[in-house]
């Protein structure tokens, strides 16, 4: 019998997870259909009752309802329990297990596909978000020298290092104290703020960037965002967006639910849109 997955999220019509998985399923020769659902606001776990009724096996989950997954499920990983937030639910006979594949899988776009490693890097990460929780216990597991946390929410920023105190070198920093840092310069600048889906960049100084560096924004498929034509205008010769972590957190999911790993470079590739 067909397996059925699914991604979740409003609005969905942009997602690109139907054709990933169904690309991973034809080349590691699963059974499975993938389709996309429109989830209602404030209706997201009736939605997911509804379709386990119809034999969901599995679901992706993005945007607004990652914090309504984490609640709905029964039991978490320790990634979606210290981000707080799921990306990926699985249905078995012990209920929904949640877990959460997206700072796992930028650091694996970031370490082996882009071959830039974190261990003994400064690393400034910007952003205080979902995104940002998802990141920091991958980040910090590849050991960085420092990994600085750029926000304009000193609250939020005080609270994710405290939550990660002990377990490596996290400090926040403001955007003005970041100019005032001008001259280091990061070994890697990683844009998890949300400011290129508006269109605009953080407010942050050219002076973080090194040129031997990389510049990585989260966002995907908007070809050169302004964080990414400040890097490149700053010098930064290796600039990457978000479509290998996109990619890589489904190829996770697969994984997990299928228990063969696909392979992802031809997926990237093919989703890629040139950074000009
Ligand atoms: P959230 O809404 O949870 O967080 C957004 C963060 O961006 C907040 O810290 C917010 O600050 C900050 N922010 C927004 N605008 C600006 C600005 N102009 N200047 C400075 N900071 C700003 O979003 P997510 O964390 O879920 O997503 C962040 C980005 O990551 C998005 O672009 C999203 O598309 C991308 N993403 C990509 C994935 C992939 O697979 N490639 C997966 C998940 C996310 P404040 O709290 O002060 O408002």
């Known amino acids: 019998m067909t397996d059925l997955y699914a991604v979740i999220g409003n609005p969905i019509g942009h997602t690109k997870s139907p054709t990933i998985h169904k690309a991973f399923a034809a080349q590691t020769g699963q059974d499975l259909d993938y389709i996309a659902i429109e989830g209602t606001l404030g209706g997201f776990a009736a939605d997911v009752d509804h379709w386990r009724a119809k034999g969901l096996r599995g679901l992706n989950i993005t945007a607004p309802f990652k914090l309504d997954a984490f609640a709905y499920a029964d039991r978490l990983d320790d990634q979606a329990r210290r981000a707080g937030a799921v990306n990926c639910l699985t249905f078995d006979e012990q209920g929904a297990e949640g877990c959460n594949?997206?700072?796992?899988?930028?650091?694996?776009?970031?370490?082996?596909?882009?071959?830039?490693?974190?261990?003994?890097?400064?690393?400034?990460?910007?952003?205080?978000g979902g995104a940002t929780r998802g990141a920091l216990a991958p980040f910090l597991a590849e050991e960085p020298t420092e990994l600085v946390l750029g926000h304009r929410s000193p609250?939020?920023?005080?609270?994710?290092?405290?939550?990660?105190?002990?377990?490596?070198?996290?400090?926040?920093?403001?955007?003005?104290?970041?100019?005032?840092?001008?001259?280091?310069?990061?070994?890697?600048?990683?844009?998890?703020?949300?400011?290129?889906?508006?269109?605009?960049?953080?407010?942050?100084?050219?002076?973080?960037?090194?040129?031997?560096?990389?510049?990585?924004?989260?966002?995907?498929?908007?070809?050169?965002?302004?964080?990414?034509?400040?890097?490149?205008?700053?010098?930064?010769?290796?600039?990457?967006?978000?479509?290998?972590?996109?990619?890589?957190?489904?190829?996770?999911?697969?994984?997990?639910?299928?228990?063969?790993?696909?392979?992802?470079?031809?997926m990237i590739e093919k989703l890629t849109i040139p950074l000009v």
């Not at 105190?165 to 890697?188: I, M, P, T």
């Open 155 to 266: 609250e939020q920023a005080a609270a994710l290092c405290a939550a990660y105190a002990g377990n490596g070198a996290l400090v926040a920093a403001d955007y003005a104290s970041l100019e005032e840092e001008r001259g280091a310069g990061y070994d890697l600048v990683v844009n998890a703020t949300s400011a290129s889906l508006f269109g605009r960049s953080p407010p942050v100084p050219a002076g973080v960037f090194r040129t031997g560096g990389l510049a990585y924004d989260l966002a995907y498929g908007k070809g050169l965002t302004p964080f990414l034509r400040l890097a490149k205008e700053a010098g930064v010769q290796k600039i990457a967006d978000g479509v290998g972590m996109l990619v890589e957190q489904a190829a996770e999911a697969f994984e997990h639910w299928r228990g063969i790993r696909p392979h992802t470079n031809e």
């Open 101 to 128: 594949y997206d700072g796992i899988g930028l650091v694996r776009d970031i370490v082996v596909n882009l071959g830039v490693p974190m261990k003994g890097r400064r690393i400034l990460l910007l952003g205080t």
